[in-house]
T-cell receptor, first 110, second 113 residues
Framework: TQLLEQSPQFLSIQEGENLTVYCNSS?????LQWYRQEPGEGPVLLVTVVTGGEVKKLKRLTFQFGDARKDSSLHITAAQPGDTGLYLCAGGEYGNKLVFGAGTILRVKS | GAVVSQHPSWVICKSGTSVKIECRSLDFQATTMFWYRQFPKQSLMLMATSNEGSKATYEQGVEKDKFLINHASLTLSTLTVTSAHPEDSSFYIC?????????FGPGTRLTVT
């Protein structure tokens, strides 16, 4: 089973600040997905990246997939209180199984 | 599109009873569904892979006789927690695959008293 290391585990920042969440592995993934989850709800898919070096933008969120498809990052610009939540990265394995990172709890204070 | 529902959203049961949780893909067919368990402020832990028309594949350490999975159709998978105990209390989430992506249900909060 492949492992996906996600950091940081916790992040508490002020509104307007920028932040980056990292996911790293020694293994290659066929795809990498980022999810956001709020308490008591299921994870919501933010983006899927499949090509090495790929960069995708979703409003203030920028997702990057490493050239070797072993790592990914999520960068949020000018964070808002509404960005608060648990962010999860997940790498795609054979049979459509996902390997999840440990998650990053983000709190944006106003 | 790609909506997954779960029922019930929360359930409280007595120790020793069984509880069934349903997972449905509402607008697409899913030959494969997954069941996860999640503890507070932690990531998702894969319990099993549910394949339509065949037996589920369980992850190491997950008791197949305790967590019964049935994937009766391309849009429905069920998880039955048998002889539930307080330590089974958790947030159970299912997902269904569409192409490369997995879409998650809203989760079921199980509390065993």
């Amino acid at each position: 089973t492949q492992l996906l290391e996600q950091s940081p585990q916790f992040l508490s920042i002020q509104e307007g600040e920028n932040l980056t969440v990292y996911c790293n592995s020694s293994s290659v993934f066929s795809s990498l997905q980022w999810y956001r989850q709020e308490p008591g709800e299921g994870p919501v898919l933010l983006v899927t990246v499949v090509t090495g070096g790929e960069v995708k933008k979703l409003k203030r969120l920028t997702f990057q997939f490493g050239d070797a498809r072993k790592d990914s990052s999520l960068h949020i610009t000018a964070a808002q209180p509404g960005d608060t939540g648990l962010y999860l990265c997940a790498g795609g394995e054979y049979g459509n199984k996902l390997v999840f990172g440990a998650g990053t709890i983000l709190r944006v204070k106003s | 599109g790609a909506v997954v529902s779960q029922h019930p959203s929360w359930v409280i049961c007595k120790s020793g009873t069984s509880v069934k949780i349903e997972c449905r893909s509402l607008d697409f067919q899913a030959t494969t569904m997954f069941w996860y368990r999640q503890f507070p402020k932690q990531s998702l832990m894969l319990m099993a892979t549910s394949n339509e028309g065949s037996k589920a594949t369980y992850e190491q350490g997950v008791e197949k006789d305790k967590f019964l999975i049935n994937h009766a159709s391309l849009t429905l998978s069920t998880l039955t927690v048998t002889s539930a105990h307080p330590e089974d209390s958790s947030f159970y989430i299912c997902s269904a695959t569409s192409g490369h992506e997995q879409y998650f249900g809203p989760g079921t909060r199980l509390t065993v008293t």
